[in-house]
T-cell receptor, first 112, second 115 residues
Framework: GENVEQHPSTLSVQEGDSAVIKCTYSDSASNYFPWYKQELGKRPQLIID?????GEKKDQRIAVTLNKTAKHFSLHITETQPEDSAVYFCAASRGGGNKLTFGTGTQLKVEL | GAVVSQHPSRVICKSGTSVKIECRSL??????MFWYRQFPKQSLMLMAT?????????EQGVEKDKFLINHASLTLSTLTVTSAHPEDSSFYIC???????????FGQGTRLTVV
């Protein structure tokens, strides 16, 4: 089955700096890669996703890149703000209603 | 985005009792629902996938007789934790997908504490 690895497990940045979180996956048939933000005790919220037919997607301060050959994808957050502090999860799926396999999560802390 | 409602948000029960958690898609038809378990500071671990009108598919290591899943309609799936024990205490989250759509919408989660 699919295996998703995520690094780093914790990330501390200064407000205004950029943050990068990286994930690798094992199933070459995976074609859908979402990123979720989860605050303590809350549900995961989709912040951006990318499908395998594109290499990069951007939404304001958030961007995701995908390298299908290397089977890795990354989340980039620019101009970080304290409210970006949360746990971020990457995930991979074969799409079409198939299950998501989640990474282990990254605790992002944005310090003033 | 679509709305998935999960109830209850918190429940405390005694060892040996059963607890039912509901997951509803409020504004779309969810042909597939997923149930996850999340321990503190850990990732979401898929327990089972349920498709409307058919038996759930359980992940390896998940006891199907202990975690009963029913997906009787396109808008409702339930997870029943039978004969709960303290080690079953966890955060349980459902998610739902509409047919042909890959985005998963999550419920708000249920914090189960077994005493």
């Amino acid at each position: 089955g699919e295996n998703v690895e995520q690094h780093p497990s914790t990330l501390s940045v200064q407000e205004g700096d950029s943050a990068v979180i990286k994930c690798t996956y094992s199933d070459s048939a995976s074609n859908y890669f979402p990123w979720y933000k989860q605050e303590l005790g809350k549900r995961p919220q989709l912040i951006i996703d990318i499908r395998s037919n594109v290499g990069e997607k951007k939404d304001q301060r958030i961007a995701v890149t995908l390298n299908k050959t290397a089977k890795h994808f990354s989340l980039h957050i620019t101009e970080t703000q304290p409210e970006d502090s949360a746990v971020y999860f990457c995930a991979a799926s074969r799409g079409g209603g198939n299950k998501l396999t989640f990474g282990t999560g990254t605790q992002l802390k944005v310090e003033l | 985005g679509a709305v998935v409602s999960q109830h209850p948000s918190r429940v405390i029960c005694k060892s040996g009792t059963s607890v039912k958690i509901e997951c509803r898609s409020l504004d779309f038809q969810a042909t597939t629902m997923f149930w996850y378990r999340q321990f503190p500071k850990q990732s979401l671990m898929l327990m089972a996938t349920s498709n409307e009108g058919s038996k759930a598919t359980y992940e390896q290591g998940v006891e199907k007789d202990k975690f009963l899943i029913n997906h009787a309609s396109l808008t409702l799936s339930t997870l029943t934790v039978t004969s709960a024990h303290p080690e079953d205490s966890s955060f349980y989250i459902c998610s739902a997908r509409e047919r042909g759509d890959t985005e998963a919408f999550f419920g708000q989660g249920t914090r189960l504490t077994v005493v």
